[in-house]
Nanobody
């Protein structure tokens, strides 16, 4: 599985962005998908995850109510809609695929990673 993330950019605080992650290969719906982020000098952290069907989602407390993860299995794509962005959301955002139907917030449980897309939120 190869993952291609896109949609990052520079936005002012309070603004919005939508990240996309498109996967190659078949049987996309069998993979739980996750979004993680890494800020300079910090460890990679969990942002959001969704089950293979998209019916189950979990979020980090820091983004709950502001970010929404969704997937379109007909397009092999998972999205991260981000609103009310804050400067502390600045990071490289990575999408990842887990060889399991169940979502997870643990990076080590993911098998495939995209290349990352930069999100910068100015104050």
């Amino acid at each position: 599985v190869q993952l291609q993330a896109s949609g990052g950019g520079l936005v002012q605080a309070g603004g919005s962005l939508r990240l996309s992650c498109t996967a190659s290969g078949r049987r996309f719906s069998l993979y739980a998908m996750g979004w993680f982020r890494q800020a300079p000098g910090k460890e990679r952290e969990f942002v959001a995850t969704t089950s293979g069907s998209g019916q189950t989602t979990y979020y980090a407390d820091s983004v709950k109510g502001r970010f929404t993860i969704a997937r379109d299995n007909t397009k092999n794509t998972v999205y991260l809609q981000m609103v009310s962005l804050k400067p502390e959301d600045t990071a490289v955002y990575y999408c990842a695929a887990r060889g399991s139907y169940s979502p997870s917030g643990v990076p080590d449980e993911y098998d495939y990673w995209g290349q990352g897309t930069q999100v910068t939120v100015s104050s």
